[in-house]
């Protein structure tokens, strides 16, 4: 099961109170105070996972709570400390504060979505709630003039609140089409990756990532999401949740079916997911890009070509043919100019 949003409730720990203990031995009937301090209440800490390709855990794990504190003790002893709490989180998730506002135009609450945390860094951490402070005991309290003190501090409570986990991929280009026009055929031939494919559209469901290798210390990395139809940025189709997983791309590679094998106009195909990525984001559409033509194998797509050429004069076209191989070589090398970067190891 793949989910790539998911809202959960966290709360860090309490932090112990305080102890207004006095000290009792055999010849001291009235001692003076002792009591110790609370312990400190345990954190929730999100630590980026790169073996992580999901946020399915969270599906029936929604509730994350740390451990409380302990009471302080007698003779000054501080109460044990909650223990923090790790949870895994992929590479690329955005971490927002579910905030819900009574609107006054509509006489109804509002939900809005703070950003506090983008978690692209792997093996980093983030602290999504801070666990409370212990509380101070009675023995601080004491003085020259007040030698029995009976106050003490309770322990602060730990932060807490509702939060949207949105995991976005993160690659350096993004395949972008209409479905079925051969991008996951064409991440198989250009990387490792292995997604499914087949003759039908919607074949692939969720976002795939592959990494295409320029040389034995050059690479890239591709995201592949699902197709696109005309509302997407509306939503249709799930629109938005394929959407979100190229905003990190810094080339978009808008692959089209040259030979029109579904029965519709490739230049008709590409405005309407032109129009759907500019709709949804002006940032994003405002990022490099070319465009794919595939299939060039098929006879019926010569002639679409050059319409696209002369539509798209200013745009660079890359012929290629998924299922042969033709024309992948000159992608891959252009493809090495955008996105290849030395790797050291």
């Not at 959960?8 to 003076?32: E, L």
């Not at 073996?51 to 994350?64: A, E, G, H, P, Q």
């Not at 002893?77 to 895994?88: A, L, P, Q």
């Not at 590409?270 to 500019?278: D, G, N, Q, T």
Request: overall charge neutral; some cysteine.
């Amino acid at each position: 099961m793949f989910v790539d949003q998911i809202k959960v409730q966290a709360r860090a720990g309490k932090g112990g109170d305080g102890s207004a203990h006095f000290h009792r031995g055999k010849f001291r009937p009235k001692g003076g105070p002792d009591g110790g301090d609370g312990g400190n209440g345990g954190s929730l800490i999100l630590l980026v996972d790169p073996s992580t390709d999901s946020l399915r855990n969270y599906v029936f794990n929604n509730r994350l709570i740390a451990e409380d504190g302990a009471k302080g003790g007698a003779t000054q002893c501080t109460g044990r400390s909650g223990k923090d709490v790790v949870y895994k989180v992929p590479p690329g998730t955005l971490i927002s504060r579910v905030i819900q506002e009574y609107d006054n135009e509509t006489n109804e609450l509002a939900t809005r979505y703070e950003p506090v945390a983008d978690l692209t860094e792997t093996n980093s951490t983030y602290v999504l709630c801070k666990g409370g402070k212990g509380g101070k005991g009675n023995v601080h309290f004491k003085t020259s003039t007040h030698q029995a003190p009976r106050e003490f501090t309770p322990g602060t409570a730990g932060e807490e609140g509702e939060f949207h986990f949105e995991m976005r991929s993160i690659a350096d280009a993004g395949f972008v089409g209409a479905p079925n026009a051969g991008k996951s055929t064409l991440l198989s031939k250009l990387s490792a990756a292995k997604p499914k494919i087949a003759n039908y559209p919607f074949t692939t469901l969720q976002p795939m990532v592959g990494v295409i290798e320029f040389g034995p210390n050059r690479r890239g990395s591709l995201a592949d999401i699902p197709g696109l139809i005309e509302g997407a940025h509306e939503n249709i189709g799930l629109g938005h949740d394929f959407l979100r997983h190229i905003m990190r791309c810094r080339v978009l590679l808008f692959v089209v079916d040259t030979a029109g094998t579904e029965g519709r106009d490739p230049v008709s195909d590409l405005e309407i997911v032109r129009k759907e990525v500019s709709l949804y984001s002006e940032e994003l559409a405002k990022r490099p890009w070319c465009i794919i033509a595939n299939k060039i194998d098929l006879p019926e797509a010569a002639e679409n070509l050059v319409h696209f050429k002369e539509r798209f004069k200013r745009i660079k076209v890359h012929p290629v043919s998924a299922e042969t191989g033709e024309g992948l070589d000159k992608l891959r090398k252009w493809l090495d100019e955008k996105i290849g970067q030395d790797i050291d190891w």
